[in-house]
């Protein structure tokens, strides 16, 4: 009898192990509610607009996936430092809040198939010609945080490194003059010239590889992570990706 019982044995553990890994999914469709962990703070990706709503980029893809899996979009708010914590302790089913896809991250947690890109850009004026590629950086004023990793990429390349407090400071600096140029995100600089678009700055090189992000949820959920990633194909295929990445930086910023 014992081998029958060792084999009822592994059959059911076999079948609570199919059982667990549906949970998250099963537990969503059975609520009617995505929970959602993100900042409200971060434009444009999530924040509160002028009357107070939260809106921006990663909040409607959230809502569109939420959609997709048949249930409302609840948006959780917290401060980045403690955001992906709290998947841990299950305050929500997701983060969608700009995360990159890190070993690091990969190695406790689950994500989906990469939903934005951004990269390193070198950005100038309009009417500067004397730069074409990184390398023309050399012996140039560089506006840059200065222990930002895009400080260090302009030093790399030979600039000196104006110190500014963020992109802002950034930009006004190379419109002025003081400085030549901006090693910048890709999403900053074309979130900024969706607001003013007659700002006279251009991309003048950008960097081969990107710095992917996506939905972060927690291990051992291959529904969920399977009807994510199905639901974002889903928006790509139809359409609605693209009307959103249009909406908020005039571009498909997907690769």
Sequence with gaps: MKPIRSLLLLGALALAGAVHAADALDQIKSSGVFKIGTEGTYAPFSYHDTDGTLTGFDVEIGAAIAQRLGVKAEFVEGKWDGLIAGIDVKRYDAVINEVSITDARKAKYDFSEPYIASKAVLVAREDDDSMKSFADLKGKRSANTLTSN?????????????????????????????????????????????????????????????????????????ELLAAINKALADMKADGTYQAISQKYFGADVSQ
Excluded at 172 to 187: C, F, M, Q, W
Excluded at 200 to 222: F, Q, S, T
């Design 150 to 222: 895009f400080g260090k990429l302009a030093e790399k390349y030979g600039a000196e490194v104006v110190s500014v407090q963020g992109f802002n400071d950034a930009v006004e600096l190379v419109l002025s003059g003081r400085a030549d140029a901006t090693i910048n995100d890709s999403l900053s600089f074309l979130d900024f010239k969706k607001h003013q678009p007659k700002a006279k700055l251009k991309i003048v090189a950008a960097e081969a590889d990107a710095d992917h992000a996506g939905v972060l949820i927690r291990k051992d959920n291959p």
